[in-house]
């Protein structure tokens, strides 16, 4: 059992991977940091170290707060909410983390289709966090 959470290098990721960290800490759990690119991006070589980086990065901090965990990056991802069904699925997942994003008024009406995806086929309850102003 462990928690899941979706992260990409923004204010949403940032958001999600730290409300998943302290809920991992609470329930001292495993956090599975997914990190899923779209099928088909290239990534040249300075783009390949920023996100070694940034990969990086998320190790150090999880590390330092004390929390077990495991950062799955999917390179040719088709669908990030497969992934992070799929991670959850192969964990048995107690919890799903996700970043969204401020919408505007009318884009409210709407969810976005993965976030949409992710809540309607997860095997466990799903927390959606927003970044602070």
Known sequence: ??????YVA??????ALQSAGAAAVRLGVKL???HSRRFG?????????????????????????????ELREVPDSEDPADD??????ETQ??????GLRRRTPVGKLILGASAQRILLDAPCPV???????
Request: hydrophobic share 50%.
């Open 1 to 6: 059992m462990g928690i899941v959470v979706g």
């Open 10 to 15: 923004n204010p949403e990721g940032r958001s």
């Open 32 to 34: 599975v940091v997914v």
């Open 41 to 69: 991006k290239e990534v040249d070589a300075d783009e390949g170290r920023l996100l070694q980086d940034v990969h990086d990065g998320v190790r150090a901090q999880l590390t330092a707060a004390g929390l077990g965990h």
């Open 84 to 89: 992070l069904i799929t991670a959850a699925e």
């Open 93 to 98: 997942a107690s919890l799903i983390v996700i």
């Open 127 to 133: 927390l959606a966090v927003k970044p602070e102003d």
